[in-house]
């Protein structure tokens, strides 16, 4: 049941999920998947989780895998950057409806190209398209934050060539300035002779 509501950020940035309410052991088959029902949060499901977090194989009652979480982490990042749940709904049944389609909520403009893509990857509708862990989830974002590429982002030949000057940008200064030395002092001999 991975949503914002579960996730706190500690005060050196450690994140913690704090409802363990409805984990589940992979291997155990006496667990239901398929006991959705309205509380009285207006979105909860009874013993499942949050459905707007909640991946479609788990609404259809599949069996779960890491992907799942994923999935929720995906949909968690989602409302981080827009504020919002990935998906809305009137009833129970048009939320499930949306989630079991994709027709998710879309992200803000002006949210960066990458990190639209790292989301679109996680909440893929099949899961085989999905990232296979939350650590392959964790080092695309890590790799976001340093300015690399993103796997899930598909980049122009200009994207690219930027990624790669800002990531050497101190090095060809360094050699701009390095060229512009030995070029006035060629030019400077060249007028002494």
């Known amino acids: 049941d991975l949503t914002p509501k579960n996730i706190l950020i500690g005060e050196y940035g450690d994140a913690v999920d704090i409802d363990w309410g409805i984990s589940k052991v992979i291997d155990d088959a006496e667990t239901s998947l398929n006991q959705w029902e309205a509380r009285d949060d207006g979105m909860t499901a009874g013993g499942m989780g949050v459905p707007a977090y909640a991946p479609p194989e788990q609404i259809a009652g599949k069996e779960p895998d890491e992907r799942c979480d994923v999935y929720s982490l995906g949909g968690t990042l989602h409302f981080v950057l827009s504020g919002s749940p990935p998906f809305a709904g009137g009833s129970l049944e048009q939320l499930l409806g949306h989630v079991v389609r994709g027709e998710r909520e879309p992200l803000p403009p002006g949210i960066p190209k990458e990190l639209a893509a790292i989301v679109d990857k ?3 509708l099949k899961r085989e398209d999905r990232y296979a862990t ?15 590429l993103v796997l899930a982002h598909r980049y122009s030949a200009l994207e690219r060539g930027r990624k790669w000057i800002g990531r050497r940008w101190v090095v060809l200064v360094v050699l701009l300035a390095l060229t512009v030395t030995l070029v006035a002092v060629a030019g400077v001999q060249h007028f002494q002779q």
């Open 122 to 124: 996680a909440m893929s």
């Open 134 to 148: 939350a650590g392959e989830l964790a080092s695309e974002l890590r790799s976001f934050q340093a300015g690399g």
